[in-house]
């Protein structure tokens, strides 16, 4: 967590971020927004959102950095060695049960 550049992250920053349903980098900011102007969130809170007129501009997305497809190598590098650990395993069960049997 603390090697990671969260700065690099983000919608319109990473191409994995765009469309990314995760609330972690919002509901924070709403939770922040809402106690820097406990009115406002009071008014939202009776009057409800509101879903008419202009919204908020849509981020741009042009100058994001490229996705980088990394989980599947490391779950065949893992899997690669947890077969090399299975197959050690077995060979050591297989050698124990020749030493027993002679």
Not at 46 to 68: F, S, Y
């Amino acid at each position: 967590m603390e090697t990671t550049d969260w700065e690099t992250y983000g919608t319109g920053k990473y191409e994995k971020c765009a469309d990314c349903m995760a609330h972690c980098g919002y509901e924070p900011t709403a939770a922040n927004a809402a106690l820097l102007n406990p009115l406002k969130a009071m008014w939202i809170a009776l009057r409800g959102v509101r879903t008419t007129g202009p919204m908020a501009p849509e981020i741009n997305l042009d100058n994001q950095r490229p996705a980088q497809y990394i989980f599947s190598s490391e779950v065949q590098k893992r899997l690669s060695e947890i077969r090399r650990d299975e197959a050690a395993a077995a060979a050591a069960k297989q050698q124990q049960k020749a030493s027993t049997a002679a």
